[in-house]
């Protein structure tokens, strides 16, 4: 059972030292996680505010001296599985008016209506190793972001994934595996051999 941390009391000038200082340097690994896990800027982006929100609101839970940015990834992966969970459970939400409008408009092209997910991910198209960690489940995606691309230990990630560290530890040999697995066609193409 992790144990409770006293709550400390800041000054409005304190707490935005401290926001500025240890919060705002991770801004870019928050946005590259956030859009790690919802594969949406505007959702990633989103995430990230919402984050950096919640910790500017709840700093005096924040242990100064401690890794800002492992409370921080705690916060923002609480934050995603809560909206994930929200949204499993609300029907998807269509604002017909605004497709009325488009389709009536002079500006329409008739013939073709693009896919605006297919066009923002042309760019991506071929990157086999980007693709091949988007295909993995969220449990085993997150693990591989964390530690082979953040670089948290295993102690760290347990407490960002409130999960025991067996299980990070399991869960991450598994994911590798997984990984492996996907990316083994496109290694062989490149020439190289299973070993």
């Given at each position: 059972?992790?144990?409770?941390?006293?709550?400390?009391?800041?000054?409005?000038?304190?707490?935005?030292?401290?926001?500025?200082?240890?919060?705002?340097?991770?801004?870019?690994?928050?946005?590259?996680?956030?859009?790690?896990?919802?594969?949406?800027?505007?959702?990633?982006?989103?995430?990230?505010?919402?984050?950096?929100?919640?910790?500017?609101?709840?700093?005096?839970?924040f242990?100064?001296?401690?890794?800002?940015?492992?409370?921080?990834?705690?916060?923002?992966?609480?934050?995603?599985?809560?909206?994930?969970?929200?949204?499993?459970?609300?029907?998807?939400?269509?604002?017909?008016?605004?497709?009325?409008?488009?389709?009536?408009?002079?500006?329409?092209?008739?013939?073709?209506?693009?896919?605006?997910?297919?066009?923002?991910?042309?760019?991506?198209?071929?990157?086999?190793?980007?693709?091949?960690?988007?295909?993995?489940?969220?449990?085993?995606?997150?693990?591989?972001i964390?530690?082979?691309?953040?670089?948290?230990?295993?102690?760290?990630?347990?407490?960002?994934?409130?999960?025991?560290?067996?299980?990070?530890?399991?869960?991450?040999?598994?994911?590798?595996?997984?990984?492996?697995?996907?990316?083994?066609?496109?290694?062989?193409s490149?020439?190289?051999?299973?070993?």
């Amino acid at each position: 059972m992790e144990e409770e941390v006293p709550k400390q009391s800041y000054t409005e000038a304190q707490k935005t030292q401290i926001f500025n200082n240890e919060f705002m340097p991770h801004v870019n690994s928050m946005y590259n996680f956030a859009y790690r896990l919802t594969f949406d800027e505007d959702d990633a982006k989103d995430l990230v505010q919402d984050t950096y929100l919640k910790a500017y609101r709840f700093i005096e839970s924040f242990q100064q001296g401690t890794n800002a940015k492992a409370w921080l990834f705690r916060i923002l992966k609480n934050s995603f599985i809560n909206d994930y969970r929200k949204k499993r459970k609300e029907p998807a939400k269509v604002d017909y008016q605004e497709v009325e409008t488009y389709y009536n408009s002079e500006d329409v092209d008739r013939q073709i209506t693009p896919d605006l997910r297919v066009e923002s991910l042309q760019d991506m198209i071929g990157d086999e190793i980007s693709n091949a960690l988007n295909a993995l489940d969220v449990d085993f995606r997150t693990v591989i972001i964390l530690c082979d691309l953040e670089g948290f230990k295993y102690d760290e990630m347990a407490k960002i994934l409130d999960i025991p560290i067996g299980t990070v530890r399991s869960r991450l040999h598994r994911a590798r595996n997984l990984l492996k697995e996907k990316l083994s066609e496109y290694a062989k193409s490149m020439g190289y051999k299973n070993t």
